[in-house]
């Protein structure tokens, strides 16, 4: 069973970049067996699908996002990371990472804890 | 604006049976699979259903979902105080290239 744990600062000035990293463990990030994805949930609201990042480094993004997003894989440290630039308050969410399934059918069979990022001056 | 389209609330009696509705388009439930997530309060999304009606290890034989044209449903049967979550359906978009989400049922048992 794969686990999923992000880290990175819970608070971030406007304008600025979020960065926040997710650890894997119980398997490996370049088994190819998974999309490395990034979700987000603001306060009382639903899930945004951010991105996904494949083993080979491929990656999607979500639209309305693609201008300020970058994912990428780090497989020396079994991690995979996120980059949103030009934050404004509406950035502000619970992130996850996930592990969505590679194949036929794409979905998110493991989630880390989530964690929650204020944007704010 | 949720690009799917599920009741914000619904609520039941314990033992009794609900079924949360999801609607989208072609470009999404009408060809892809659907998938179910469950919310606990104050936890990270779990998932329930995928490829549309199958049931992960672990999950209750008392979730069961469906698809028919470009909607889906997911019905918990016998209810308990426990299955009390925020509910949401998830579909590839080939339009939008990416994960669409409805925006969530609150399940209240009543």
């Known amino acids: 069973q794969v686990q999923l744990q992000e880290s990175g600062p819970g608070l971030v000035k406007p304008s600025q970049t979020l960065s926040l990293s997710c650890v894997v463990s119980g398997g490996s990030i370049r088994s190819g067996s998974h999309y490395w994805t990034w979700i987000r949930q603001s306060a009382g609201k639903g899930l945004e699908w951010i991105g996904r990042i494949y083993s080979s480094g491929s990656t999607n993004y979500n639209p309305s996002l693609k201008s300020r997003v970058t994912i990428s894989v780090d497989t020396s440290k079994n991690q995979f990371s996120l980059k949103l630039s030009s934050v404004t308050a509406a950035d502000t969410a619970v992130y996850y990472c996930?592990?969505?399934?590679?194949?036929?059918?794409?979905?998110?069979?493991?989630w880390g804890q989530g964690t929650l990022v204020t944007v704010s001056s | 604006q949720s690009v799917l389209t599920q009741p914000p609330s619904v609520s039941e009696a314990p033992r009794q049976r609900v079924t949360i509705s999801c609607s989208g388009s072609?470009?999404?439930?009408?060809?892809?699979?659907v998938n179910w997530y469950q919310q606990l309060p104050g936890k990270a999304p779990k998932l329930l259903i995928y490829?549309?009606?199958l049931l992960p290890s672990g999950v209750s034989d008392r979730f069961s979902g469906s698809k028919s044209g470009t909607s889906a449903s997911l019905a918990i049967s016998g209810l308990q105080s426990e299955d009390e979550a925020d509910y949401y359906c998830?579909?590839?978009?080939?339009?939008?290239?990416?994960?669409?989400f409805g925006g969530g049922t609150k399940l209240t048992v009543l």
């Open positions: 490829y549309d009606d």
């Open positions: 996930a592990s969505g399934v590679f194949g036929a059918i794409y979905y998110f069979d493991n």
């Open positions: 998830a579909a590839w978009d080939d339009s939008l290239k990416g994960v669409v």
């Open positions: 072609s470009s999404n439930i009408g060809n892809n699979a």
